[in-house]
């Protein structure tokens, strides 16, 4: 079967997808490591009462939707593998914002990641 060509509609998807799942991810970062919220349900509580949360949740429920409009469009396959770029946007913006280490090991497997995407998009 022939590779799905990627249109700027499907470009569109994908980019948003990873923006929007990042984003969520930081913002349940954000809201899991505030240590202001203490333990137990009165964490619970204090993470409920942040903006932090509610962004993570609004940004996973954008993100469905545009994931839904992507696989529509591609076989599961080339979508899935398109998709795992967004662990190495995640990895690095948690290097930027919240100081995350990114050791070799971790810089290989971006690499990796980032090729198999590449390759992925290019030859499908």
Do not use: H
Not at 36 to 41: E, F, I, M, S, T
Not at 52 to 58: K, Q, R, S
Not at 63 to 79: D, N, Q, T, V
Not at 85 to 95: P, R
Request: proline content about 4%; hydrophobic content about 60%.
């Amino acid at each position: 079967m022939p590779a799905t060509p990627i249109t700027p509609l499907i470009a569109t998807l994908w980019l948003l997808n990873v923006i929007i799942d990042t984003v969520g991810q930081l913002a349940f970062k954000a809201a899991a490591g505030d240590q202001a919220a203490g333990d137990g349900l009165a964490r619970w509580i204090y993470m409920a009462r942040r903006p932090w949360i509610w962004i993570g949740i609004g940004s996973y429920v954008i993100e469905f939707l545009i994931w839904i409009a992507f696989l529509s469009l591609l076989p599961l396959s080339e979508a899935i593998l398109l998709g795992s770029i967004n662990i190495v946007a995640i990895m690095v913006a948690g290097y930027f914002l919240f100081g995350e280490k990114l050791t070799r090991l971790r810089l290989s497997g971006i690499l990796l990641v980032t090729l198999g995407v590449a390759i992925v998009g290019a030859v499908g």
